[in-house]
């Protein structure tokens, strides 16, 4: 994948262009953010540029209609073809001079495989113009890998570069991470998680919108969702948040609760990940409404495709109001995730909203 075709990440990828164009790219870098974001995906980007055959000069990218970017943004100095063989063995794992190293059957990352790419990036390039070694979840190193890969940091092969990926950059030993400087890869903007689902193929345009707005910014995360689920968990979310603002009947509001313990599936864990689900569902729409309550641009709205819903709710949710339920919601996320009794958490939400 060449830089043009990274989603999101801009100036990253502007900055990264300009390093191997100037020749000034770091001997390593670190690669943090949340998971699902495109660190990876970026990292081979680099990869290709550093070994493309045929490399394009002055690449102009499609215009970012979610962030107001200056012109300069809109180029990048040097881009891989994507094409030349070099390009496709590197997208397809074959490159003999692009190394990956991830976590094995037990989760890690074992001094073993450290050893061995240490010892394969001390050697010039088999073919390419510079060897490019990636650490993929590099938070999975084990301590000794660390420090077996420390020396080599320090003291860098002139013709090797290392990236750490990692969505835990503080996992990473000190002594590693201040050898690294650190490029932090935000979540993406849930308009740009959406074009990725409708470019994949794999959801219609509703549907992908509707399973951005609850992805984090993550198209990791968005894949990994059923969008029918993420459709009718927003149902539930809307109806609850209306229910709640219709009235102030604690009995009432309790009824309502039951929505958001519809089951999809058997067992605790089921129910315990399904009101998750509607929560963040629930957390999306109130970001939404608050959008509309101070009159921001209605192109930044998660879910523009119910923005009459979105209206009707910003005239009970705004404000302190809105800013109560949305603080509400984010603390039953939290309870939920440290165990608490799922009922529990449904019945006191509705009573903060």
Same mark, same amino acid.
């Given at each position: 994948m060449p830089f043009r075709d990274v989603i999101g990440h801009r100036r990253l990828v502007g900055l990264l262009s300009r390093s191997v164009h100037r020749e000034s790219l770091p001997p390593s870098l670190i690669f943090a953010g949340p998971a699902g974001v495109g660190k990876r995906l970026a990292a081979m980007a680099t990869a290709q540029a550093l070994n493309c055959l045929t490399p394009r000069i002055s690449v102009r990218l499609k215009p970012d209609p979610t962030n107001d970017l200056i012109a300069d943004d809109h180029h990048i100095e040097i881009d891989a073809c994507g094409t030349c063989t070099a390009c496709t063995r590197i997208a397809r794992g074959v490159h003999p001079d692009v190394l990956v190293v991830e976590p094995g059957d037990t989760g890690s990352i074992k001094i073993e495989q450290v050893r061995d790419i240490v010892d394969r990036a001390a050697y010039r390039p088999f073919e390419g113009r510079r060897r490019v070694v990636i650490v993929d979840e590099a938070d999975a190193l084990v301590a000794p890998?660390?420090?077996?890969? &420390?020396?080599?940091?320090?003291?860098?092969?002139?013709?090797?570069? #290392? #990236? &750490?990926?990692?969505? *835990?950059?503080? =996992?990473?030993?000190?002594?590693?991470?201040?050898?690294?400087?650190?490029?932090? #890869? *935000?979540?993406?903007?849930?308009?740009?998680?959406? =074009?990725?689902?409708? =470019?994949?193929?794999?959801?219609?345009?509703?549907?992908?919108? =509707?399973?951005a707005a609850t992805a984090e910014g993550s198209v990791g995360r968005a894949l990994e969702a059923s969008a029918d689920e993420v459709v009718e968990a927003r149902e539930v979310a809307q109806q609850v948040l209306a229910q709640a603002a219709a009235s102030d009947d604690p009995r009432r509001r309790i009824e309502g609760a039951k929505d958001l313990l519809v089951k999809t599936g058997a067992g605790g864990a089921g129910d315990r990940e399904q009101l998750a689900s509607h929560l963040r569902a629930m957390e999306s729409l109130l970001r939404d409404v608050e959008l509309l309550s101070t009159r921001a641009d209605a192109r930044a709205l998660a879910n523009p495709d119910v923005q009459p819903a979105l209206e009707r709710l910003a005239r009970t949710y705004q404000g302190e109001r809105g800013m109560r339920a949305f603080t509400a919601v984010d603390q039953a996320l939290v309870a939920l995730e440290r165990n608490a009794g799922v009922k529990i958490v449904a019945d006191w939400l509705v009573l903060q909203l």
């Open positions: 890998a660390q420090n077996a890969l &420390l020396k080599t940091l320090e003291e860098p092969p002139p013709s090797s570069v #290392f #990236f &750490l990926i990692t969505s *835990r950059p503080d =996992a990473l030993l000190p002594t590693v991470q201040s050898r690294c400087p650190r490029l932090r #890869f *935000r979540p993406l903007d849930a308009r740009d998680v959406a =074009a990725a689902l409708v =470019a994949g193929g794999t959801h219609t345009e509703a549907k992908a919108r =509707a399973v």
